[in-house]
C-alpha cells in the first residue's frame, strides 16, 4: 500500500512539472516594443541575428528584384497561379518567398490605414519612416500593403504607429498587381464568381500569431507624421492616372496615401460594358430591387451588396472640368449602405490610392485606379461641418423610405 502510494505520488508530481513546463512563455517588453533609441535598436537586432547580420529595407527595394521577381519563385507546374494572372508577359499575381533563415530582412513604417470603418478589413498600409519626418528634403512616398488575418487590427497596430517587421519566412507578392506583404495561399472556391479564373496560388493573410511575433512596435502613435500628397484631379491625372497601362510604375504608386480636392460625387458606378453609368435611385418601394442596396449592386450607395462575392464597389468622383477617378468601399464598411452625397456637395477625399487589375484587361478609362478612404470622416469633411453651406449629413438607406432628394 505505502509503495503504490509512493508511486501515484511520483506520477502526480511528474504530472504537475509537466504542465508547469508547458505554459506558454510569458512576452517580454522586447518582445512587443522596440527601442526608440537607433543604437539600441541596432543592438538589439545584432543580438537576435545569426553572426549580427541583418538589414532595414525600405519599401521599395522589398518590391524589387532579387526579393519580387516578375514571376515569382513559388511558380510550378504543379502550383500554378490563377488563370487570369497574366497581362502580355507580366504577372498580376505573384509570390516570392523570403528566406527563413540567414541574415535578418527588415522594414520599418508608419501604420497608415484604420479598420474600424471596415474598409480595410484584415489588411494594413504601411508608409515608409524616412526625411519627412525630420524635417529634410521631400522624397516620392513608399508604402506597401499587408494581408494579415486579423480583426480590429487597429487594437494593436492604430493609425500613426510606427512598426519594425522582420520578414524571413514570409513572402512578397503581388495580388491584382497591388505588391503587399503575405504568404502563399491556394483557392478553390467552386462558389465564387469566374471560379475557373481564380484557382490557385495568391497571396495570402498572414496569420495572426505570426504576425505578431514578427512585428514590433516603435515608440507611440502619431498620426500626423503620416504624409498625404495633396492635388487637384487634374494633377493627379497628370502624374498618376493617364499612366494607366504602365504596369510596373503602378507598383510603385499603389499605396501611396492622397487627398484629392475640388471633387464631388457624380452619382455614377463603374460599368465594365458601357463605362460610367448611373447609379438606381431608391424609391421607398420593397417590392422591387431598383435602389435597394441589400439586392441591387448598382444602388446610389457607398458599398451595395455583391451577394457576398466581395468585390470592391466602386462609384465615381469628379471635378468641375470632368476630370474623374474611382473611390473604392467594401460592402463590409460601416457606411457601405449611406447614400452617395449628391454633385452639390465639394470638398475633398484622403485615403489609399490603388491600381487593382485582376483580369489581364486593360480599362481605357483607367477604371483600374481608385481610392480608398477609411472611414466616412475622410470624405467631404468639409462639407460635413456644422457651418458648411450646403452641408451633406451622411444618410443611411432605409427599407420604406425613398433617397433624400438632391
Same mark, same amino acid.
Given at each position: 500500500?505505502?509503495?503504490?502510494?509512493?508511486?501515484?505520488?511520483?506520477?502526480?508530481?511528474?504530472?504537475?512539472?509537466?504542465?508547469?513546463?508547458?505554459?506558454?512563455?510569458?512576452?517580454?517588453?522586447?518582445?512587443?516594443?522596440? $527601442?526608440?533609441?537607433?543604437?539600441?535598436?541596432?543592438?538589439?537586432?545584432?543580438?537576435?541575428?545569426?553572426?549580427?547580420?541583418?538589414?532595414?529595407?525600405?519599401?521599395?527595394?522589398?518590391?524589387?528584384?532579387?526579393?519580387?521577381?516578375? *514571376?515569382?519563385?513559388?511558380?510550378?507546374?504543379?502550383?500554378?497561379?490563377?488563370?487570369?494572372?497574366?497581362?502580355?508577359?507580366?504577372?498580376?499575381?505573384?509570390?516570392?518567398?523570403?528566406?527563413? =533563415?540567414? $541574415? #535578418?530582412?527588415?522594414?520599418?513604417?508608419?501604420?497608415?490605414?484604420?479598420?474600424?470603418?471596415?474598409?480595410?478589413?484584415?489588411?494594413?498600409?504601411?508608409? *515608409?519612416?524616412?526625411?519627412?519626418?525630420?524635417? &529634410?528634403?521631400?522624397?516620392?512616398?513608399?508604402?506597401?500593403?499587408?494581408?494579415?488575418?486579423?480583426?480590429?487590427?487597429?487594437?494593436?497596430?492604430?493609425?500613426? *504607429? %510606427?512598426?519594425?517587421?522582420?520578414?524571413?519566412?514570409?513572402?512578397?507578392?503581388?495580388?491584382?498587381?497591388?505588391?503587399?506583404?503575405?504568404?502563399?495561399?491556394?483557392?478553390?472556391?467552386?462558389?465564387?464568381?469566374?471560379?475557373?479564373?481564380?484557382?490557385?496560388?495568391?497571396? &495570402?493573410?498572414?496569420?495572426?500569431?505570426?504576425?505578431?511575433?514578427?512585428?514590433?512596435?516603435?515608440?507611440?502613435?502619431?498620426?500626423?507624421?503620416?504624409?498625404?500628397?495633396?492635388?487637384?484631379?487634374?494633377?493627379?491625372?497628370?502624374?498618376?492616372?493617364?499612366?494607366?497601362?504602365?504596369?510596373?510604375?503602378?507598383?510603385?504608386?499603389?499605396?501611396?496615401?492622397?487627398?484629392?480636392? #475640388?471633387? =464631388?460625387?457624380?452619382?455614377?458606378?463603374?460599368?465594365?460594358?458601357?463605362?460610367?453609368?448611373?447609379?438606381? =435611385?431608391?424609391?421607398?418601394?420593397?417590392?422591387?430591387?431598383?435602389?435597394?442596396?441589400?439586392?441591387?449592386?448598382?444602388?446610389?450607395?457607398?458599398?451595395?451588396?455583391?451577394?457576398?462575392?466581395?468585390?470592391?464597389?466602386?462609384?465615381?468622383?469628379?471635378?468641375?472640368?470632368?476630370?474623374?477617378?474611382?473611390?473604392?468601399?467594401?460592402?463590409?464598411?460601416?457606411?457601405?449602405?449611406?447614400?452617395?452625397?449628391?454633385?452639390?456637395?465639394?470638398?475633398?477625399?484622403?485615403?489609399?490610392?490603388?491600381?487593382?487589375?485582376?483580369?489581364?484587361?486593360?480599362?481605357?478609362?483607367?477604371?483600374?485606379?481608385?481610392?480608398?478612404?477609411?472611414?466616412?470622416?475622410?470624405?467631404?469633411? %468639409?462639407?460635413?461641418? %456644422?457651418?458648411?453651406?450646403?452641408?451633406?449629413?451622411?444618410?443611411?438607406?432605409?427599407?420604406?423610405?425613398? *433617397?433624400?432628394?438632391?
Amino acid at each position: 500500500m505505502k509503495i503504490s502510494k509512493y508511486i501515484s505520488y511520483i506520477v502526480l508530481c511528474t504530472l504537475i512539472l509537466s504542465l508547469v513546463s508547458c505554459e506558454p512563455k510569458a512576452l517580454t517588453e522586447n518582445d512587443v516594443f522596440a $527601442p526608440t533609441d537607433e543604437a539600441a535598436l541596432a543592438e538589439m537586432l545584432k543580438a537576435e541575428n545569426p553572426d549580427g547580420q541583418y538589414k532595414i529595407y525600405n519599401i521599395n527595394s522589398l518590391i524589387s528584384e532579387p526579393f519580387m521577381t516578375e *514571376q515569382g519563385n513559388f511558380k510550378s507546374d504543379s502550383s500554378l497561379y490563377r488563370t487570369r494572372s497574366k497581362y502580355g508577359n507580366y504577372e498580376l499575381f505573384s509570390i516570392d518567398t523570403l528566406p527563413t =533563415h540567414g $541574415p #535578418g530582412i527588415y522594414i520599418r513604417g508608419r501604420v497608415a490605414t484604420d479598420d474600424y470603418g471596415g474598409n480595410f478589413y484584415k489588411s494594413l498600409v504601411i508608409q *515608409q519612416v524616412n526625411d519627412w519626418e525630420n524635417g &529634410g528634403a521631400s522624397i516620392d512616398q513608399q508604402c506597401l500593403r499587408i494581408s494579415v488575418d486579423m480583426g480590429s487590427a487597429n487594437g494593436q497596430f492604430p493609425q500613426g *504607429q %510606427e512598426i519594425l517587421i522582420r520578414c524571413n519566412g514570409l513572402a512578397i507578392g503581388r495580388y491584382a498587381n497591388e505588391p503587399q506583404l503575405c504568404v502563399p495561399s491556394y483557392n478553390n472556391n467552386i462558389f465564387a464568381s469566374s471560379y475557373s479564373e481564380k484557382t490557385g496560388w495568391a497571396p &495570402g493573410r498572414i496569420p495572426s500569431g505570426v504576425f505578431r511575433k514578427a512585428t514590433r512596435l516603435i515608440g507611440t502613435p502619431d498620426k500626423a507624421k503620416l504624409v498625404y500628397e495633396t492635388m487637384s484631379l487634374a494633377e493627379m491625372k497628370t502624374k498618376y492616372l493617364n499612366n494607366f497601362a504602365d504596369i510596373v510604375a503602378a507598383r510603385k504608386i499603389d499605396g501611396r496615401l492622397v487627398k484629392v480636392t #475640388g471633387v =464631388h460625387f457624380s452619382g455614377k458606378y463603374d460599368d465594365l460594358e458601357k463605362g460610367p453609368t448611373l447609379c438606381n =435611385h431608391y424609391n421607398g418601394s420593397d417590392t422591387t430591387d431598383d435602389g435597394n442596396p441589400e439586392l441591387d449592386k448598382n444602388a446610389c450607395v457607398f458599398g451595395p451588396t455583391t451577394g457576398n462575392v466581395g468585390y470592391p464597389q466602386s462609384r465615381y468622383v469628379e471635378d468641375a472640368s470632368g476630370n474623374k477617378v474611382l473611390i473604392s468601399s467594401s460592402e463590409y464598411a460601416r457606411y457601405a449602405y449611406y447614400y452617395l452625397p449628391a454633385a452639390k456637395y465639394v470638398g475633398s477625399i484622403t485615403g489609399v490610392l490603388g491600381y487593382y487589375m485582376d483580369n489581364g484587361k486593360y480599362d481605357p478609362d483607367g477604371g483600374e485606379w481608385s481610392i480608398t478612404p477609411c472611414n466616412i470622416g475622410d470624405i467631404l469633411p %468639409e462639407c460635413q461641418k %456644422e457651418d458648411a453651406d450646403p452641408r451633406w449629413i451622411p444618410t443611411e438607406w432605409k427599407l420604406g423610405t425613398p *433617397q433624400p432628394e438632391d
